[in-house]
C-alpha cells in the first residue's frame, strides 16, 4: 500500500498550490480520502475530506472557501486546489485513506506560505 503526496513548494502569500496524492496497494474507490495538515508545534489538523466517488465533500473552517478536494477514481488519485494562500497555510500536508477500521497515510509534502 502506497500513498504518495506530491505538489509542495513554495509559494507567495496570495498564491495557489495544487497537491496531488497517487493511490496504490489497495481499492481506492472503496476508500474516503481526506488531507490533513501539520505546522510546526501544532497538532494535525483535517483540512478535508472526499467521499468514495466523490459526490460528498467537507472541509474545516480554516480552509473553506479557499481550499478544493476532488478525486479521480480512474487514476487512483486525490487532489487537493489550494488558492488565496496565506501564512498560516505552510505545514506539512498529508493524504489519508480510510475505509471502515483500515486507514492508510502518506509520507508528506511541505507546502510553505513566504513572501
Known amino acids: 500500500v502506497q500513498l504518495v503526496e506530491s505538489g509542495g513548494g513554495l509559494v507567495q502569500p496570495g498564491g495557489s498550490l495544487s497537491l496531488s496524492c497517487a493511490a496504490s496497494?489497495?481499492?481506492?474507490?472503496?476508500?474516503?480520502m481526506s488531507w490533513f495538515r501539520q505546522a510546526p508545534g501544532k497538532e494535525r489538523e483535517l483540512i478535508a475530506t472526499?467521499?468514495?466517488?466523490?459526490?460528498?465533500?467537507n472541509y474545516a473552517n480554516s480552509v473553506k472557501g479557499r481550499f478544493t478536494i476532488s478525486r479521480d477514481n480512474s487514476k487512483n488519485t486525490v487532489f487537493l486546489q489550494m488558492d488565496d494562500l496565506n501564512l498560516e497555510d505552510t505545514a506539512v500536508y498529508y493524504c489519508?485513506?480510510?475505509?471502515?477500521?483500515?486507514?492508510?497515510w502518506g509520507q508528506g509534502t511541505q507546502v510553505t506560505v513566504s513572501s
Open positions: 472526499i467521499s468514495t466517488t466523490g459526490a460528498f465533500t
Open positions: 496497494g489497495f481499492t481506492f474507490s472503496n476508500y474516503y
Open positions: 489519508k485513506a480510510r475505509r471502515s477500521s483500515s486507514e492508510y
